[in-house]
């Protein structure tokens, strides 16, 4: 992954996170979901991970993070939240990158 994608990554998840934080005031469900991601991000990417591929996970996170949050954390209307949810899980997970700088 190049620096530009993953600057672009980086902007989508903080995004997302804003968005997240907007609709999840008084909306557990959304703190659910957004537990489901973070497990499901564990164990895809590990532990120990770059920034660069974690961008590089989120290229095709959208498939599993439907099932994911389909199989456990479904909710009357929850498509509508996929995107802001992954986003979010990825802005939260970035932290723990090797290289992640703020």
């Known amino acids: 992954m190049s620096t530009v994608e993953v600057q672009l ?3 989508q998840w903080e995004e997302g996170k804003q968005r997240f934080d907007e609709h999840a005031q ?3 469900r959304l703190l659910q979901a957004l537990d489901v991601v973070l497990d499901e991000l564990r164990r895809r990417v590990g532990q ?6 974690l961008a590089s996970a989120y290229g095709g ?3 599993w993070v439907r ?3 389909a199989d456990f ?3 009357p209307g929850w498509p509508r939240t ?4 992954q986003d979010a899980a990825f802005h939260l997970y ?7 700088r703020p």
């Open 26 to 28: 008084g909306e557990p």
């Open 67 to 69: 099932t994911v949050m």
């Open 48 to 53: 120990t991970f770059t920034l660069g591929e």
């Open 61 to 63: 996170a959208e498939h």
């Open 82 to 85: 996929l995107t802001t949810v």
């Open 73 to 75: 954390a479904a909710f």
């Open 9 to 11: 990554a980086r902007r």
């Open 94 to 100: 970035a932290r723990g990158a090797t290289d992640y």
